[in-house]
């Protein structure tokens, strides 16, 4: 997917997508971006309403696999929850 619909999806910017990307806690797009990038976004979205700071959510997110990433993302109260929404 291009980056314009990425950001629309995860609801960020582009500035903010390219940020992530230099510093590590995206990788970088080969052909586009996917639905690995889509759910970290929503991940660091996350990470970062728990106030935690951008070397510490590249740690967390190096530690786990996109299925952990995924299960993380999905609210107990909520088992139909998907990345985006």
Known sequence: MEIGELTERAETTA???RRYVAR???????AGYGYEHLV???AIRALRAER??????????AA???????ARLVSPDDPGASPGR
């Open 64 to 70: 786990m696999s996109l299925e952990e990433i995924e």
């Open 15 to 17: 500035r903010a997508v």
């Open 24 to 30: 590590g806690l995206l990788p970088a797009p080969r």
């Open 52 to 61: 935690l700071g951008l070397a510490e959510i590249r740690r967390r997110l």
């Open 40 to 42: 970290r976004l929503v």
